[in-house]
């Protein structure tokens, strides 16, 4: 198992300390992120997938590559705005700054977004945090995905399919499903415009 190394390398690669990972993982002190990373313990299975998602790397990986003896180099990848949880917000692209990422994530299909809202609390995407998001224009009936409105506004929000209907359902119960017919996605240009990938949680 090589999770003690690949910790250490993700971390200085994402410029994330100690404390940071620590409060993300509910630990009051950044004592226990350097025991896993000295050996002289290991944290359980479904914390080292917390971890693996974290850094948005599989947990095979996580668990069996030996990260620390790769070249990983980090490409920017754009944040184009910012998405509303709640209602819809323009969704001009203005490149307001950069995530980097490794090499092989830096691919021209991804971007990521501001989020701005808390209709999707449920799932952990709160204001403030930054959705990455992969270009395409379906998803699978459940997932989650950037929606274009009309007035050329976008959001995020769990993509239903249902009685030739799209229904977009937040993750909060003091929000209502946004519902349109194939009529209203027609006349009103609503797309899919990608389908979330992971989340960047900020502190």
Known sequence: MNFRENLRTLRKINKTSQDELARFLGYKSFTTIQKWEDGTSIPPMPIIQKIASFFSIPLEDMINRNLSKEVIEMKPVPILGTVK????????????????????????????????????????????????IRRQDSVENGEIAVVLLENNEVTLKRVFFKENKMILQPENENYSPMIFTQEDIEEKGIKILGKLVHNKIKY
Do not use: H
């Not at 809202?117 to 204001?127: A, C, L, Y």
């Open 85 to 132: 949880t709640g209602l819809g917000l323009f969704a001009e692209e203005n490149i307001l700054g950069y995530e980097y990422v490794a090499e092989n994530e830096a691919l021209k299909e991804y971007f990521y977004l501001n989020v701005i809202g808390d209709s999707m609390k449920n799932v952990r995407i709160i204001e403030g945090d930054c959705v990455c």
